[in-house]
C-alpha cells in the first residue's frame, strides 16, 4: 500500500473515531513545522494501524485507553474516551477499562482517568 493510500485509509479512520471537525481543525492547525508528523501519523498510526480489520474499532478504542491510562497520557486519554464512546464503547465499559488501569498502573492513574471520564461523559450528555 502506497503512503497516499495508507493517509487517505487513515485520515477515514481518524475521522470516523475521533469526528470529522476534530480532524479537520487539526489538520487545517498543521503548519510547516508540524504538518510532516500530522500526515506521517495519520498514514502510521490510523492508515495502518486502525486500518488493520483484524480488530474492530470498539475494541481498538477500549486497548488505547487501557494504555494511554497506563501511560498517564491524559489529553490523549479525553480524546480517546471520546473516539470511545463514537466506537461504541458504553460507559460500564469505560469504568471497566479504568478499573484494569487502577489495578496495573496504580490508583492515582485511574483517578486520572476518572475524572477525564467524567468530562468527556458530562459532555455527551450536554449536548
Same mark, same amino acid.
Given at each position: /500500500?502506497? =503512503? ?9 479512520? +481518524?475521522? $470516523?473515531?475521533?469526528? !470529522?471537525?476534530?480532524?479537520? +481543525?487539526?489538520? $487545517?492547525? $498543521? #503548519? #510547516?513545522?508540524? *504538518?510532516?508528523?500530522? %500526515?506521517? /501519523?495519520?498514514?502510521?498510526?490510523? &492508515? ?11 475494541? *481498538? @478504542?477500549?486497548? =488505547?485507553?487501557? /494504555?494511554?491510562?497506563?501511560? &498517564? *497520557? ?7 474516551? +471520546?473516539?470511545?464512546? =463514537?466506537? &461504541? ?5 469505560? +469504568?471497566?477499562?479504568?478499573? !484494569? ?7 492515582? /492513574? @485511574?483517578? %486520572?482517568?476518572?475524572?477525564?471520564? *467524567?468530562?468527556?461523559? !458530562? ?5
Amino acid at each position: /500500500m502506497k =503512503n497516499e493510500d495508507l493517509f487517505e485509509k487513515g485520515l477515514a479512520k +481518524r475521522k $470516523a473515531t475521533l469526528g !470529522a471537525e476534530y480532524v479537520e +481543525r487539526n489538520l $487545517a492547525a $498543521a #503548519d #510547516d513545522f508540524t *504538518r510532516p508528523f500530522q %500526515e506521517a /501519523m495519520t498514514a502510521w498510526c490510523w &492508515g495502518f494501524g486502525w486500518g488493520d480489520e483484524t480488530l474492530p474499532p470498539k475494541t *481498538r @478504542s477500549m486497548l =488505547n485507553l487501557a /494504555m494511554l491510562g497506563a501511560m &498517564g *497520557r491524559m489529553h490523549e486519554w479525553e480524546i480517546h474516551c +471520546r473516539g470511545a464512546i =463514537n466506537n &461504541g464503547v458504553t460507559k460500564e465499559e469505560i +469504568r471497566a477499562i479504568i478499573h !484494569a488501569v487502577g489495578i496495573y498502573a496504580g490508583v492515582p /492513574m @485511574s483517578l %486520572e482517568c476518572f475524572r477525564a471520564a *467524567r468530562k468527556v461523559l !458530562a459532555e455527551q450528555t450536554a449536548t
